[in-house]
């Protein structure tokens, strides 16, 4: 987590991915991240950390995104994908 003095500026979207049925879960994150401006975030929240998910959005999105972890903890995953502007 940051602190106040070092928070982040951007502006965040909450997801939470437990009330979305599996099957379109993936499709639902990568049409949301699409929709996303640099300097918007999404705020994604879910039950267990989505090591694979997280591969497939480095893959599709390369360095336009960037995925900070706010929360880890088993049954309780808060993460930020921030999207950057390209360069």
Known sequence: MTSPTDAPTWTHYPFDARGIARRFRHSAIFGALGALEPGEAMRFV????????????????G??????????EPG???????VIAKA
């Open 76 to 82: 309780a995953i808060v993460i930020d994908f921030v």
């Open 46 to 61: 879910n039950d267990h950390d989505p090591l694979p998910l997280l591969d497939q959005l480095r893959a599709r999105f």
């Open 63 to 72: 360095e336009r995104i960037e995925i900070h972890y706010v929360q880890r």
